[in-house]
């Protein structure tokens, strides 16, 4: 990759991620085979921990479902059952192990040292082949997943991870579906296809493909479209 492309972090970024590893909380459990070093980030259904395998000493992340609003297996099921399919993608985050009856219950993934797409785009745009680049490896993820029978139903830049030479890799699945259900998903706004927003809505492989150009939109403008003051401030 050359010093045009290269991504950086905002001051934003980097001092949240400074008072992140700072913070000196205990780890929700403890998981066999792997010593967990800091918190990475925490959010309404868990956290998430970096951590190391004690046997190779291979850095690796853990994601914790810690009942912060009730535990819903449906979605740790869920996201582990689609990364399971998922994991011969060099484009999707791997899966490396489950801890089902762990308390709380969590799994283990790959860790890329380099974060989420949301935090370079807090700097602004990306240059346009930079942009196209992410956009490219995004959709060949998402053509891998449709292919599986999988939904992704929530692309947006902090589920876009980067690889330590900056590939992106597709995250969380949370909230995909298969290609044949027929219970709605909620995406992200501004990302989310109009029609996603109906709670009786069929999920449509066009909402990834939605997500997609807002996407590129943000990569290239720096902001999502149709997101202004006013329409926040709904």
């Given at each position: 990759?050359?010093?045009?492309?290269?991504?950086?972090q905002?001051?934003?970024?980097?001092?949240?991620?400074?008072?992140?590893?700072?913070?000196?909380d205990?780890?929700?459990?403890?998981?066999?085979?792997?010593?967990?070093?800091?918190?990475?980030?925490?959010?309404a259904?868990?956290?998430?921990?970096?951590?190391?395998?004690?046997?190779?000493?291979?850095?690796?992340?853990?994601?914790?479902?810690?009942?912060?609003?009730?535990?819903?297996?449906?979605?740790l099921?869920?996201?582990?059952?689609?990364?399971a399919?998922?994991?011969?993608?060099?484009?999707?985050?791997?899966?490396?192990?489950?801890?089902?009856?762990?308390?709380?219950?969590y799994?283990?993934m790959?860790?890329?040292?380099?974060g989420?797409?949301?935090?370079?785009?807090?700097?602004?745009?990306?240059?346009?082949?930079?942009?196209?680049?992410?956009?490219?490896?995004?959709?060949l993820?998402?053509?891998?997943?449709?292919?599986?029978?999988?939904?992704h139903?929530?692309?947006?830049?902090?589920?876009?991870?980067?690889?330590?030479?900056?590939?992106?890799?597709?995250?969380?699945f949370?909230?995909?579906?298969?290609?044949?259900?027929?219970?709605?998903?909620?995406?992200?706004?501004?990302?989310?296809a109009?029609?996603?927003?109906?709670?009786?809505?069929?999920?449509?492989?066009?909402?990834?493909?939605?997500?997609?150009?807002?996407?590129?939109?943000?990569?290239?403008?720096?902001?999502?479209?149709?997101?202004?003051?006013?329409?926040?401030?709904?």
């Open positions: 990759m050359d010093s045009d492309a290269t991504l950086v905002d001051q934003t970024e980097i001092a949240r991620a400074a008072e992140l590893s700072r913070q000196i205990t780890p929700p459990a403890r998981v066999p085979g792997y010593t967990l070093v800091r918190l990475l980030g925490d959010g259904y868990g956290s998430v921990w970096l951590a190391y395998e004690e046997n190779t000493g291979k850095q690796v992340a853990i994601k914790f479902y810690t009942h912060h609003r009730g535990l819903d297996w449906s979605l099921n869920r996201e582990v059952e689609k990364l399919v998922l994991y011969t993608s060099r484009h999707i985050v791997r899966l490396i192990d489950v801890g089902w009856n762990s308390e709380p219950p799994y283990v790959e860790y890329l040292a380099h989420s797409l949301a935090s370079f785009l807090a700097s602004g745009p990306l240059p346009p082949h930079e942009a196209v680049r992410i956009a490219k490896s995004v959709l993820a998402l053509v891998h997943a449709h292919g599986s029978g999988i939904l139903c929530d692309l947006k830049p902090a589920n876009v991870l980067l690889d330590n030479d900056f590939e992106p890799r597709l995250c969380d949370g909230q995909s579906r298969l290609s044949n259900e027929q219970n709605p998903a909620l995406g992200t706004v501004f990302y989310m109009p029609e996603q927003a109906d709670l009786h809505a069929i999920p449509d492989a066009r909402w990834d493909v939605y997500a997609l150009g807002a996407l590129l939109y943000h990569m290239l403008c720096g902001e999502p479209p149709y997101r202004t003051p006013e329409i926040e401030q709904a």
